[in-house]
């Protein structure tokens, strides 16, 4: 990705000096705007990536019905934030590519709608300088304290700014019998 792809306010995220984020401005397609977090995040949200690995699993968690911490997810993420769903489909693989707002549509009309526990069971991290990678294998219930009804693994990027964690993108791919979870990614 260039510089130039990137938006101002991303640019000030990553400590990009204001000259240079307005040269990027400047070459930045018109009406590219990028939003930003609605509310403070959370210190122990954000002050360690198992802060922000357990902010990002109960964000999303609880009973059918009850509306989700949307405000709270929203401020974990790095500006431009990229969901990518994988999996096998009958067509072949897939990735299906999601916005922050696309994501949390999709949430809305599914997992809050029928309930949905997801927590991690395990992790793997490689970090090198800022960056941060997590294998995360999690396991989903529709009830709290329900059968596991599915697992899989969120490969999430996290990076420091200096101050606090931000997560880059998730991709995550669901286990099915064609894919087991590797024994290295499980508890």
Known sequence: MSWRSLGPVVLSVLGV????????AAQAPAGKHVAV?????????????????RAFYEVISGPAGQPRQWARDRSLYIPGVKFV???VGKRGPYAAIMDHQTFVDDADSGMVHEGFFEREVHRVTHTYGSV?????????RRVAHGPVVGRGIN??????????????SAVWFDEDAQHPIPTEYLP
Do not use: K, N, Q
């Open 17 to 24: 000096t204001p000259l240079l984020a307005r040269a990027a």
């Open 37 to 53: 977090p609605t509310i403070p995040p959370r210190p122990a949200d954000v002050a360690s990536v198992d802060g922000i690995i």
């Open 85 to 87: 769903a994988t999996g």
């Open 132 to 140: 941060v990678h997590a294998f995360s294998t999690y396991e989903e």
């Open 155 to 168: 490969s999430i990027e996290l990076f420091w700014d200096g101050t606090r964690w931000w997560i880059a």
